[in-house]
């Protein structure tokens, strides 16, 4: 830039100067921008060197750009200088407005700092204003202050300029040209910043979005594909539970169409009986086995686990639930439960299950008298009349309901109780309705528990002369006959071997020497084995349960008296073969 008509500058000047600053604000990229920046003060500013630094995330100052020389620019693009080495030379030497020149006589010192430089040859200065080699000029480039304040923005980097053509240092206008251009160069590089920051944010963007594109994608044929159902309902709302979506697998299991599906929630086919294992199910996490009903009103049994996924990361959530088809392990858990609990020959319940409903019928109290109806509602929900009376020294005694007072009570019943009973004592007997047993060999008209053993008369010689497969006819025949003469809900079980118990509740003692004879009657006529007529008898000893018994004890008293009822009997009467 010619200075000798300062400030009468050419217009050429002026429409070179406009045309490299519009050419800032056109590069593509923002290296493009650091270049056309440093470009523009060679051929629009007049100097034959010039160098962009710029600042850093971390606030040091790399060399973006040079232009003028290509040795220099091979030698220290890329370099860094400290932001305390900038700083230091921004505050030094003469301030013409926003620039900073250090003179040749003051620059020496900043000759070892880490600030990337490069040095040109050249003779001494031979008048005052002329530029010499050591001379350094900065330009800041600082961001746009906030409109209405003096104040400068945030520094974004520096402009290094060397070497003016007419060999001087720059005047009044050289000066505001350079300083004017330096803070277009600043409005370039932040724009060019902004664009680079958007063109990545659209790139993460699209990644972005080809990344969720590609997980729903998965996430649907997945959902659709899987060999197990899948259900997505609603969370929340007045339609809580509502199905949205369901797979193939899901309408193939329960037999109902996806469209038909959409109508209902699953609280709508759970089967009456699980739906409350259903809402206790939570809806993250949450496992339950429940049945679901088909569209012929069939129910199968299926295994649930719920989570909760989010349409996006503010949008709705769903409660996503994979259903698996237990019925056929339901089954088999079933049938292993079923040959634990009963005898695999004849399939009535075994031992261990007769001792097992026999069990549940009793408690550790002992029998009490007939109740009355105030005392049955009692023994029903576990708690027994206490009347308590301060003795002397301040203990409490008890009185039962016939005014007998001690410290260890009794209720009208002849029940023991403690006079202070803990929950405990309460949680064992509540909501028990305690068994009883008639008193005494007549009918009282009390009903109680009868447990009729039975031991078959003459089956060892069908054994011994048929062979044990006719004995195991036998015994199927038994089982079925003894099976069809007792009431729905009785018990007839295999003790093993020829024994069998029969579990009747509400009989009296004539009620239940009837059945035994009865049963009895069943078992006497001939039985078809292989051809061939065999009979055998039975013996029956009819014990009675009640609270304070153990199934053992129970069965050894029934088990007694079928001894005693058959060594009664005549030997002829017990007729079998």
């Known amino acids: 830039m010619e200075t000798e008509s300062e400030p009468y500058v050419r217009l050429a000047t002026l429409r070179q100067l406009h045309t490299v600053m519009a050419d800032m604000n056109t590069a593509r990229s923002l290296a493009d921008t650091l270049q056309t920046v440093a ?31 290509s040795a220099a620019e091979a030698l220290i693009t890329g370099r860094v200088g400290s932001r305390a080495s900038w700083d230091r030379r921004l505050n030094m ?24 430089q490069w040095y040109t040859d050249g003779p001494a200065p031979r008048f005052e204003d002329e530029w010499h080699p050591a001379d350094r000029l900065f330009a800041p480039m600082y961001t746009p202050g906030v409109s209405g304040s003096s104040s400068c923005g945030e520094l974004i980097g520096v402009l290094s300029v060397d070497r003016p ?37 659209l790139v993460r963007l699209e990644r972005e979005q080809q990344a969720l594109r590609a997980s729903e994608e998965s996430f649907r044929q997945a959902f659709e594909y899987a060999p197990s159902g899948m259900a997505i309902a609603e969370m929340g709302g007045d339609q809580h539970g509502r199905i949205l979506r369901t797979n193939d697998a899901l309408c193939r299991l329960l037999l109902r169409p996806a469209s038909a599906m959409r109508r209902y929630s ?20 949450g496992r339950a086995e429940l049945r ?3 569209r012929d009103n069939t129910y199968v049994w299926v295994s649930l686990r719920n989570s ?55 408690c550790q109290r002992p029998q009490a008298l007939p109740p009355g109806a105030i005392e049955s509602l009692d023994a029903a929900y576990g708690h027994g009349q206490q009347q308590y009376a301060e003795l002397p020294g301040g203990e409490h005694g008890s009185y039962d309901g016939n005014g007998n007072g001690g410290q260890s009570g009794y209720d009208g019943n002849g029940h023991s109780f403690d006079p202070w009973p803990s929950s405990e ?85 004539a009620d239940a020497q009837d059945l035994a004879v009865r049963l009895r009657n069943a078992i006497i006529p001939p039985i078809r084995v292989d051809g061939r007529a065999v009979r055998v008898g039975a013996s029956f000893g009819i014990g009675w349960a009640h609270c304070g018994m153990t199934a053992d004890e129970v069965l050894k008293s029934a088990d007694e008296r079928m001894y005693i009822e058959k060594r009664s009997r005549p030997k002829a009467h017990r007729r079998a073969g």
């Open 165 to 201: 053509r007419n060999g001087r240092r720059p005047g009044a206008w050289g000066r505001e040209a350079l300083q004017m251009y330096a803070f277009q160069g600043a409005i370039a590089i932040s724009n060019a910043r902004l664009r680079a920051n958007m063109q990545r944010a």
């Open 93 to 116: 030497g003469e301030a013409w407005g926003d620039l900073r020149f250090i003179p040749h006589t003051e620059g020496w010192v900043l000759d070892d700092d880490d600030v990337p």
């Open 308 to 362: 909760v996924v989010a349409d996006a990361a503010d949008g709705p959530r769903f409660l996503l639930t994979h259903v698996e088809d237990i019925e056929e392990r339901k089954r088999r858990e079933v049938q292993l439960a079923h040959r634990a609990s009963h005898d695999s020959l004849t399939g009535l319940p075994n031992s261990a299950e007769l001792r097992s409903r026999l069990s549940s019928r009793l």
């Open 292 to 294: 679901l009903c088909r």
């Open 425 to 509: 004592a309460y949680d064992a007997f509540d909501h028990h309705v305690h068994t009883i047993a008639p008193e005494g060999e007549t009918d009282d008209g009390t009903k109680g528990l009868a447990v009729l053993f039975c031991d078959l008369d003459g089956f060892k010689s069908i054994n011994d002369r048929f062979g044990h497969n006719a004995g195991d006819e036998v015994l199927i025949e038994v089982a079925r006959r003894l099976t069809n003469v007792v009431r729905d809900g009785d018990t007839v079980a295999r003790l093993g071997g020829d024994e069998f118990v029969v579990l009747a509740d509400g009989l009296g003692r």
């Open 39 to 69: 470009d523009g003060v060679v051929t629009g500013l007049g100097y034959e060197l010039a160098c962009v630094n710029l600042v850093r995330p971390d606030g040091d100052l790399v060399v973006a750009a040079l232009a003028g020389n």
């Open 266 to 285: 699953f609280s709508d086919l759970v089967h009456p009986e699980d739906i409350g294992t259903l809402l206790r199910t939570s809806a993250e996490g």
